[in-house]
């Protein structure tokens, strides 16, 4: 044990002779483990915000929704979904929770000289907990308004701000079209939701004005007329789409594929898409893993070079030290002490960086964060006009990359160090004394 320590001593002192050829091989190694640290946590980060997004949906839910078929295969008796088909799954799939329709318009809504382009979304009190929807003041739509057909509505975060930017928005009325409804509520802030799957738009809650279901198929019906210049287009729809729920998770797959054929037999256009959140996760969860394990190996490549540094600066020393080891040889040092003097060498080199690159590693978040904010400050519609998985991803350090990268670090400096090593204990020391 005093060998090695004394070896280690004298390693240190060997190398502290040449600091910046020490300090550059130590920075070869400092970036292979942070760069592994920070791509697997930038990967990991990434694959996770992609999962919430997913999650978001519901592990236990079943999105089925209308898919407007191409122009020539419409039919003039409408498309999608419709209030038979829900009823249908609803009442004969036991394995169901429970069942929402939704039924979404395009509308522009005025409130005085106020005006802005938002969704009429029609749908059930429980809406709310599905989409994770917060009340901010008074409430949401209830069974009651439902059943009495009431022209109700409950504004989202920004359609409450659009309308009413000063005062309270409870009990005025706003215009719809040519429809008016009372509102009875708003709603907090709602991040919008990706799309997934190819089938899942993706949908900003932002500018909602929601209203019951049965309020909304009594006063506009189901046709949907859209006017432009030198353009009249019209479309007869009953159901945006609904959203299941069933009792267990293990029972989506099944249930999935029941409501398929349910839906299927009256149905000869591709007019719908069942969307499954489960099977979305599923190839997310593989999809980050096989993310994460291509960002190490190209993360690896940047610790090979690092080693390489280290074999280049071992050689370069083994030749400069000839003489002090044909010194070392004649005064009875054994070739396995030479050995064990430059191997130890190599592997202080790259201990060093691992523990700093490790440090460096560790700052990942704090560091991305604070950049991101900066770029933020200085360039903000740049920044806006990213895609929000970039603009509020945070990376997420990987446990295991620490112990596993260092491992790595200590693994490099034995192999890119045994050649230098054994080669420096091979010379012969007669040669050794006479070398200038």
């Known amino acids: 044990?005093?060998?090695?320590?004394?070896?280690?001593?004298l390693s240190i002192k060997s190398l502290l002779l040449h600091p910046l050829r020490s300090g550059l091989?130590?920075?070869?190694?400092?970036?292979?483990?942070?760069?592994?640290?920070?791509?697997l946590a930038i990967g990991d980060g990434i694959g996770r915000k992609a999962e919430e997004q997913i999650a978001e949906l519901g592990a236990r839910n079943i999105i089925v929704s209308t898919v407007k078929p191409s122009s020539d295969e419409v039919q003039d008796s409408g498309y999608g979904l419709t209030r038979a088909d829900f009823e249908r799954v609803r009442d004969t799939i036991s394995?169901?929770?429970?069942?929402?329709?939704?039924?979404?318009?395009?509308?522009?809504?005025?409130?005085?000289?106020?005006?802005?382009?938002?969704?009429?979304?029609?749908?059930?009190?429980?809406?709310?907990?599905?989409?994770?929807?917060?009340v901010d003041q008074g409430r949401f739509l209830t069974d009651s308004d439902g059943r009495s057909?009431?022209?109700?509505?409950?504004?989202?975060?920004?359609?409450?701000?659009k309308l009413f930017p000063f005062g309270d928005p409870l009990g005025k009325r706003i215009m719809a079209d040519d429809e008016f409804y009372i509102v009875v509520g708003t709603m907090k802030k709602r991040h919008s939701s990706s799309a997934v799957g190819g089938s899942t738009a993706v949908e900003d809650f932002s500018s909602d004005v929601y209203i019951p279901i049965e309020s909304l198929w009594r006063r506009l019906g189901d046709m949907i007329i859209v006017t432009k210049p030198g353009q009249f287009q019209s479309d007869l729809v009953e159901v945006s789409?609904?959203?299941?729920?069933?009792?267990?998770?293990?029972?989506?797959l099944n249930t999935a594929e029941v409501v398929k054929n349910t839906i299927e037999a009256d149905h000869t256009l591709p007019d719908y898409s069942v969307t499954v959140p489960l099977e979305l996760l599923q190839q997310a969860e593989t999809t980050r893993l096989m993310f994460v394990i291509f960002l190490g190996m190209i993360a690896a490549v940047s610790l090979v070079v690092g080693g390489i540094g280290i074999m280049n600066i071992m050689l370069a020393t083994v030749t400069e030290r000839t003489r002090e080891i044909g010194i070392r040889r004649a005064l009875g040092a054994k070739r396995r002490d030479i050995t064990r003097q430059f191997l130890a060498e190599s592997v202080v080199l790259s201990v060093v960086g691992g523990l700093l690159g490790i440090g460096?590693?560790?700052?990942?978040?704090?560091?991305?964060?604070?950049?991101?904010?900066?770029?933020?400050?200085?360039?903000?519609?740049?920044?806006?006009?990213?895609?929000?998985?970039?603009?509020?991803?945070?990376?997420?350090?990987?446990?295991?990359?620490?112990?596993?990268?260092?491992?790595?670090?200590?693994?490099?400096?034995v192999v890119f160090g045994v050649y230098p090593a054994i080669r420096a204990a091979k010379l012969d020391p007669i040669e050794a004394l006479r070398h200038e």
């Open 149 to 161: 057909e009431r022209n109700y509505c409950v504004l989202a975060e920004a359609s409450a701000k």
């Open 1 to 9: 044990m005093r060998r090695w320590w004394r070896t280690m001593r």
């Open 360 to 413: 460096g590693g560790l700052l990942c978040t704090l560091m991305t964060v604070e950049f991101r904010t900066l770029l933020e400050y200085k360039f903000p519609e740049q920044m806006l006009a990213l895609p929000e998985i970039i603009r509020e991803v945070e990376p997420t350090v990987v446990p295991w990359s620490i112990p596993v990268a260092f491992s790595i670090s200590v693994i490099v400096g």
């Open 25 to 39: 091989t130590i920075l070869g190694i400092f970036i292979g483990i942070a760069g592994v640290i920070w791509l």
């Open 241 to 252: 789409r609904f959203n299941l729920e069933v009792h267990h998770r293990d029972q989506v």
């Open 95 to 134: 394995t169901l929770k429970r069942a929402l329709p939704i039924r979404i318009l395009s509308k522009e809504f005025r409130y005085l000289t106020r005006k802005f382009e938002g969704r009429l979304v029609g749908c059930t009190p429980d809406y709310a907990e599905v989409s994770r929807l917060e």
